[in-house]
Structure formats: C-alpha cells, structure tokens
C-alpha cells in the first residue's frame, strides 16, 4: 500500500523498534468508497454467508 501512494511508513531507529503508518491524501481520498462498499455487505451478509455455504458443499 506504501508503494500504491496509500499510506506512508516512518521507521524510528529504537530499541525495540518502532515504525508509524499514515494514510496519505490518496489513501484518504478511498475512506468514502471503503464505507459504501462496508454498507453493501451489511445489507448482502446473508446472500454472502449462503453463497459461501453452497459453494463449501461443492453446489457450484
């Protein structure tokens, strides 16, 4: 995700070590989109959770 401009790393030279991520204005910018797409699978759950069994009983 670091090299897709959605978050940045610091690593801080300590003992033990320690590294900070931040999401970037891009990665941000995917906050909107990420709640729309959490929305629909709330509302899906249980044809998700029924397709997932049919197809963990070979009904494919």
């Known amino acids: 995700?670091?090299?897709?401009?959605l978050l940045s790393r610091e690593i801080f030279p300590?003992?033990?070590?320690r590294v900070e991520?931040?999401?970037?204005?891009?990665?941000?910018?995917?906050?909107e989109p990420m709640k729309h797409l959490v929305q629909?699978?709330?509302?899906?759950?249980d044809a998700i959770k029924q397709a997932r069994e049919g197809y963990?009983?070979?009904?494919r």
Do not use: A, F, H, Q
């Open 1 to 5: 995700m670091e090299r897709d401009g």
């Open 14 to 17: 300590e003992v033990p070590p």
């Open 21 to 31: 991520y931040e999401l970037t204005e891009l990665g941000l910018s995917l906050l």
């Open 40 to 45: 629909w699978i709330g509302g899906n759950w």
């Open 56 to 59: 963990d009983k070979g009904e």
